[in-house]
T-cell receptor, first 115, second 115 residues
Framework: NAGVTQTPKFRILKIGQSMTLQCTQDMNHNYMYWYRQDPGMGLKLIYYSVGAGITDKGEVPNGYNVSRSTTEDFPLRLELAAPSQTSVYFC??????????????FGPGTRLTVL | AQKITQTQPGMFVQEKEAVTLDCTYDTSDPSYGLFWYKQPSSGEMIFLIYQGSYDQQNATEGRYSLNFQKARKSANLVISASQLGDSAMYFCAMPHKDSNYQLIWGAGTKLIIKP
């Protein structure tokens, strides 16, 4: 059981480049989330999904896009990367919504630097 | 607005001593929950413990317990008999009252256990 996997682990982008952060979970969870963590801060929700084909914005969605074509995969796309998107990105999944008793399972994170 | 405050940016504790990590919150939602997560230096987020506002008894998971005081709006994490492996960042989080998909996170406390 791999849990939540993310690729790549590290990436350096130039300003204006685009990339996709991959996230896959093998726990058959309906709910998936993308967070970013800036230095010295807690996590901020970028996008979430309640099931295949259904996504919605979180607290900080600008500059990002997501899709959910399968239960397992929830890629995050950065278009026109900016230095403000330098952060650590976490993908997570859960059985239930955040807020009910549940445990969000996190991937190992992707450290992204935009120069 | 909802807010989570962790007032201890860093703590040093002697191995085998008990540790209390502070978390205060502000919410107008009568029904809510509090989560604690651990983030070791490797970067992944690990769920530790959860308690709902209507739970009668303080939650306990192994060496972790929640000292939940609703009147004071605090949900402190207590780690008994600390171990070197407890050295990590610790985050307190609660659901956003208008969107329980979204967790509001504190800034975290860096705990270092001294041998």
């Amino acid at each position: 059981n791999a849990g939540v996997t993310q690729t790549p682990k590290f990436r350096i982008l130039k300003i204006g480049q685009s990339m996709t952060l991959q996230c896959t979970q093998d726990m058959n969870h309906n709910y998936m989330y993308w967070y970013r963590q800036d230095p010295g801060m807690g996590l901020k929700l970028i996008y979430y999904s309640v099931g295949a084909g259904i996504t919605d914005k979180g607290e900080v969605p600008n500059g990002y896009n997501v899709s959910r074509s399968t239960t397992e995969d929830f890629p995050l796309r950065l278009e026109l990367a900016a230095p403000s998107q330098t952060s650590v990105y976490f993908c997570a999944s859960s059985w239930k919504l955040a807020g009910a008793y549940n445990e969000q399972f996190f991937g190992p994170g992707t450290r992204l630097t935009v120069l | 607005a909802q807010k989570i405050t962790q007032t201890q940016p860093g703590m040093f504790v002697q191995e085998k001593e008990a540790v209390t990590l502070d978390c205060t919150y502000d919410t107008s939602d009568p029904s809510y929950g509090l989560f604690w997560y651990k983030q070791p230096s490797s970067g992944e987020m690990i769920f530790l413990i959860y308690q709902g506002s209507y739970d009668q008894q303080n939650a306990t998971e192994g060496r972790y317990s929640l000292n939940f005081q609703k009147a004071r709006k605090s949900a402190n994490l207590v780690i008994s008999a600390s171990q070197l492996g407890d050295s990590a960042m610790y985050f307190c989080a609660m659901p956003h009252k208008d969107s329980n998909y979204q967790l509001i996170w504190g800034a975290g406390t860096k705990l270092i256990i001294k041998p």
